[in-house]
């Protein structure tokens, strides 16, 4: 953990001596990045050159289907909806978490209210909680999460997104707006946001049952360690570590 803090801390000095250009090419990159992965693990058949074409060039890559292209806006709307939260200091509630599946998960027209029926996760030993109790459940993960306010934020990341899979608040959209959540700690502490790939989505996957099913964090928390590092990498790959 210390080389991983010491990495942290060449990246933030480095990151404030580049210029703005770099800056923004480096945000713009993850950007693309970030909402390509989490819809391709969602099942979208869209290369990352379609999401560029779309929300850079306002282009719609020929034979685009409605639904992956709404995901592709909503999700840049709700990426840049928490990162303003963020950067005004908002804490994570469910007022915010339910502005930011209203607009990651588009075509739910519960209008970011919470299901109202029973759910089963495909593939999973998993049962979520009743319709009945997700106010409740909703309430006591935000304090569980909020007891880990002084943690590092790979812990914080870790547990809000374990906290929200365990939950399955809304009827869909659940993953993406859980993937976009688990950024919230990275942001507000200056650390480079994290992206899940398709490749590590079995990974991701046995990650998320292991909290689910036992409250088992480690190994969310060192598939997120490991993104990070990766991320770190590909930074001082493109900038440096000097500057």
């Known amino acids: 953990m210390d080389r991983l803090q010491d990495n942290i801390g060449i990246f933030r000095r480095r990151l404030r001596s580049l210029s703005d250009f770099e800056k923004k090419?480096?945000?713009?990159?993850f950007r693309l990045r970030f909402i390509h992965d989490s819809t391709e693990i969602e099942g979208s058949r869209l290369t990352l050159l379609d999401v560029k074409m779309i929300l850079m060039d306002g282009i719609i890559p020929a034979g685009t289907k409605v639904a992956d292209y709404e995901a592709v806006r909503g999700h840049d709307r709700a990426w840049t909806a928490l990162r303003e939260a963020a950067a005004a200091g908002l804490p994570l509630s469910e007022s915010l978490i339910r502005d930011l599946h209203r607009l990651a998960a588009p075509f739910d027209r519960r209008d970011g209210s919470y299901r109202d029926r029973s759910i089963s996760i495909r593939g999973s030993r998993y049962i979520p909680p009743t319709a009945e109790t997700i106010g409740e459940a909703?309430?006591?993960?935000?304090s569980r999460i909020g007891r880990d306010a002084g943690s590092h934020p790979l812990e914080k990341a870790a547990r809000i997104h374990g906290e929200f899979s365990k939950i399955q608040p809304f009827l869909?959209?659940?993953g993406p707006t859980a993937r976009l959540l688990m950024?919230?700690?990275?942001v507000e502490a200056g650390y480079p946001p994290l992206s899940i790939?398709?490749?590590q989505q079995t990974e991701y996957f046995q990650a998320l049952e292991a909290y689910e099913l036992d409250d088992e964090i480690p190994p969310l928390r060192e598939l997120l360690r490991e993104c990070l590092e990766d991320r770190l990498t590909e930074f001082f790959s493109m900038y440096g570590k000097e500057g």
Request: no cysteine; net charge negative.
């Open 138 to 142: 909703m309430k006591d993960g935000l």
């Open 25 to 29: 090419d480096w945000q713009e990159e």
């Open 197 to 199: 790939k398709k490749a």
């Open 172 to 174: 869909s959209g659940n």
């Open 183 to 186: 950024n919230y700690p990275f």
